[in-house]
């Protein structure tokens, strides 16, 4: 549990909430406070085998986060990313859709979910976890978890992939 996040043993992940058809799987509970200590030698070696291959990584992403923002641009519903500052670096981590309210939100997850396209919302407020046993009451953050959701982003993702998540998403905002 403090290895992976303090997150709760019985906490299923993401992608198995979605299977287990909870409601807004990317939802979590925390039992302890944690981190990520997952490494060992055998994935620190993939790391620095894969850090070779990062620029390389990082082009596809960008032209993948392009190919979004050409396509999604006119969907009607759909608020997409404003495109990186000038004179910044991306490392093109993941793309965010936005829509108008919570109701919205669940039923594009649910449409691309049932079209066996996972998607989740980064980060998920931490004041919201019952862990902290926070009062704060921060409208931007809370505002943005309930219509916010990323898409899939990664660079073995192909042109074909890349397609029929878009017409998913087309077909959600026809069809709503």
Do not use: C
């Amino acid at each position: 549990v403090t290895r992976f996040y303090g997150l709760k043993p019985s906490q299923l992940s993401g992608y198995d909430a979605m299977k287990a058809k909870k409601e807004r799987w990317w939802e979590i509970e925390l039992e302890y406070h944690g981190n990520r200590y997952l490494i060992n030698d055998i994935t620190s070696a993939i790391a620095l085998a894969q850090m070779e291959k990062l620029d390389a990584f990082i082009k596809k992403r960008k032209k993948i986060w392009h190919y979004y923002q050409t396509k999604l641009k006119s969907i009607p519903g759909i608020k997409i990313p404003k495109e990186p500052p000038k004179n910044t670096k991306s490392s093109y981590y993941f793309y965010w859709v936005q829509v108008q309210n919570e109701h919205e939100q669940l039923s594009l997850a649910n449409h691309l979910a049932k079209n066996s396209i996972y998607t989740s919302f980064r980060y998920y407020p931490l004041h919201l976890i019952s862990y902290y046993q926070s009062n704060a009451h921060l409208s931007a953050s809370e505002e943005i978890s309930k219509k916010t959701l990323n898409l899939p982003l990664h660079q073995n993702l192909s042109k074909k992939d890349l397609d029929r998540i878009i017409y998913t998403v087309k077909d959600w905002s026809q069809s709503t």
